[in-house]
C-alpha cells in the first residue's frame, strides 16, 4: 500500500508512531472512530505497509466492517488521516520550538490582559536569553520576537513612554538578527557558487559588509564571527581572514550550534585550495583539521546519523595522503555500515580503503585477496581500485598478472574516455605509462651496468616528478628509491 499517509507514516519511528496513536484516541484530536480504526489497521502494517494483507480493500474493512468495498470512501478517510498527520507533526514542532512557546505565552498574556504575566514573562525571557551560551538564529529570533511583542504591549497598555524607548532595544535585536540571517545566507550561496555558479545581488552583500564595518562590535560575538566569515569567501587568497577565521571557530565552537558550524567548516574547506599550496602537505594537514573537528561534532552525518560515499572517500584519502593509517583505520571500522548510497558501492569503498591500510601494513597478499569481492558501478572508484591492484601485483612480484591488469586497465580507460574528465582520464594514464616503466626497469636492472642503472633510475623519478597531475606519486617515488638499493 502506498500514499501520502503511509509516506508519511513511514518517516515515525516506533515512540512517534505510538504518540499519534495515542493523539487520535484522545478528545482533543476530535478524529472519531473511523479514524482510529484505520490507524490501528496501518500500524499493524508499519513502518514499510508492504505486506500482501495491507491493501486498501482489507482497510475498507476494518473500518466498515459490514459494507462493500468503496474506494471513494475510503480516499475520504485517508484524506482526513492525512490532514491529521499533518497536524499532529505541526503540534510536534510546536511543542520543541521554544521560540513558538514562548511567543504563544506572551501573546495570550497580552489578548486576554493578564498584565502582570506579560511583564514576569518578559523577564524570565531576557534572563533565559541572556544565560543561553549557545549562539544560533533560534535565540537571536526569540529575543527579537519577544522584545517586538513586548515593546507594543507597552504602547497600548501603559502611557509611561516606556513602549517608545523600548522601540531602541528592538531596533538593536532587530539589527543583529537581520544581519545575522542575511550573512548566513550569504555564507551559503558563496559556499554553493564553488559547485553551481549562479547569479546572486553582490551589490546588496557590499552594503552589508559597509555596514558591518561600522556595526562590528566585540560584544557581538555571532555577528563578528558571521563577518570574518564572508570576508574570507569574498577574498579567499587572504591568508589573515583564514586565520583569523579559524581562531573565532575553535574558540566558540562549543556553543555553536550543529548547522551553523557545518556552514563554518564548510566555508573554511572550500578556500583551502586558495590559502595553501594544492597537494601540498600543508593543504592536506589543514584539511585534516576540519575532517577531525567535523567528525568530532557529528555534523559530518545526514540523515539517519549515515555519511555521504563522496564524504567518506574524501576523508579517508586526505587521511591516507599523511600517513595517519590508525586514524583511517578507526574511521572506516566505524562507518563501515554508515555509509549513505548504493548499497554496491558503499562496499566497494569499504573494501578499497581496508585494502589501502593493508598495503600500507605491507600485508599484500591479504590486501590482494579482499578485493577479489570487490564490485563497483562509481567509475572513480572502479579505477582507484585498478591501481591499487597494480600495486599490489608489483609489490607482490606477479609479473604475468601485472601485464594483464595494466592491458585491461588501459583498455578500461580508453572505453571511458568520453565520460571521464580529461584531467583524470590523462592523469589514469601517466599512473599506467610510469608504473610500467618502473616494472620494465625493476625487471632489467639486473643486468644493467651501474651507469645504466642510475641512469634509468634518473629518468625515472624525473618523469614522476615532472608530471602535472599523477596519482599515487609517493608510492611511485618510494618504489624508484627502492632500486637503487
Known sequence: MKNKSTDLLKTFDADKLKRFQDYLSSPYSKAGPLLQHLCSFLLRFAPSFQNILCTDENAFEAIY?????????????????????????????????????????MQYAIKNNILEWVDELYEKNKKEIRQTADLNFVTLQRKYEIENLYTNFLI??????????????????????????????????????RIYPFEYPKAHLEYLIQELRTYNNPKKTFTDIWY??????????????????KTLIDK??????????????????????????????????????????EIKEEIVYVENNLIQFKTFRNFFVVASRLKEWKWAEDFIKKHEHS?????????????????????????????????????????YLSLDERRLLAKLCYELGEDEEFEKLLNSFGRK?????SSLPPNHWQANRQFINIINSLFLTRSQISVMTRSERAKAIAELQEKITSADIIPEKIWLLEKVEALKK
Not at 497598555?157 to 550569504?186: A, R, V
Open 65 to 105: 466492517p459490514k459494507k462493500p468495498y468503496n474506494k471513494t470512501q475510503l480516499s475520504k478517510v485517508f484524506s482526513q488521516l492525512f490532514n491529521m498527520l499533518k497536524d499532529f507533526v505541526a503540534l510536534e514542532y510546536a511543542i520543541e520550538d521554544e521560540v513558538f512557546k514562548q511567543k504563544s505565552l
Open 156 to 193: 497600548l497598555h501603559k502611557d509611561d513612554g516606556g513602549g517608545e524607548l523600548n522601540f531602541l532595544n528592538l531596533l538593536d535585536t532587530f539589527e543583529e538578527y537581520s544581519l545575522c540571517t542575511q550573512l548566513y545566507i550569504y555564507a551559503q550561496i558563496i559556499n554553493r557558487q
Open 228 to 245: 570574518h566569515i564572508i570576508l574570507l569567501l569574498q577574498h579567499p587568497k587572504d591568508r589573515t581572514y583564514y586565520d583569523k577565521c
Open 252 to 293: 566558540y565552537e562549543k556553543i555553536i550550534t550543529k548547522d551553523i558550524l557545518r556552514v563554518f567548516i564548510t566555508a573554511m574547506r572550500n578556500v583551502l585550495s586558495d590559502c595553501f599550496e594544492p597537494g601540498s602537505q600543508a593543504h592536506y594537514q589543514e584539511y585534516f583539521y576540519w575532517i577531525k573537528k
Open 339 to 379: 555509509i549513505s548510497g548504493q548499497p554496491e558501492d558503499c562496499r566497494a569503498i569499504y573494501l578499497y580503503c581496508y585494502a589501502e591500510i593493508l598495503l600500507a601494513k605491507k600485508e599484500f597478499l591479504k590486501a590482494k585477496e579482499s578485493l577479489k569481492i570487490f564490485k563497483c558501478k562509481d567509475i
Open 413 to 417: 580507460l580508453t572505453y571511458h574516455k
